[in-house]
């Protein structure tokens, strides 16, 4: 019974170096989560980094039938501070609009849904990546600085078309939008 009652059977003396490891080991694994936790402190606070989070759901089912992602409001509007929120539906296959036209060197948010598979997208030379998962709004903040013409392909398998899903997005000067605010319906590259 005395030896399972335990530590005070250990022997006490003889084994001062494993104790020693032990407590290395504890004290450094613990320093680690410490210093792990602090970096995400550090990032999430000082940075405003955040882990990518879809939390913004929605019905892929009724896109069409109306509401934020209903076919007139897709594509880009200006907002009076000169910034942009582009709206995009991706679907088997293809991203609608097909070209988006975005104003150089002003912020630029892309709201994304899917209407059916889960897709992908990314703009060839920049670091916008993401997903596109049906039910979820797809959120991504970027500015553009230089002009031209860069390829937009979904790169999530999304079934046999998958290879020919690609947009366009073309980045022009910020004053090729109209500035009146009664002008501020959605345009794509086709406006
Ligand atoms: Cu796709």
Known sequence: ??????????????????????????GS????????????VYTSAHWGFHPPSQVETIDST???KGGEFSEPNLGTVIAPDGSALVRVVALQYAFVPSCLVVPAGKPVTIR??????VHGFLVQGTNVNAMVVPGYVTTVHTT??????RLMPCH???GVGHHAMWA????????SFPTDADKQKAVNCAS
């Open 168 to 175: 366009r997005v073309r980045v022009v000067e910020p004053s």
């Open 144 to 149: 553009f600085n230089e002009l031209g013409e």
């Open 112 to 117: 994304l849904v899917s209407a059916d598979a």
């Open 62 to 64: 009724s896109l069409h």
């Open 156 to 158: 999530e398998f999304c």
């Open 29 to 40: 694994m613990t320093a680690i989560i410490v210093l792990l936790l602090a970096v995400v």
């Open 1 to 26: 019974m005395a030896e399972i009652n335990g530590t005070a059977k250990l022997p006490s003396s003889g084994n001062k170096q494993g104790e020693v490891g032990e407590r290395l080991w504890a």
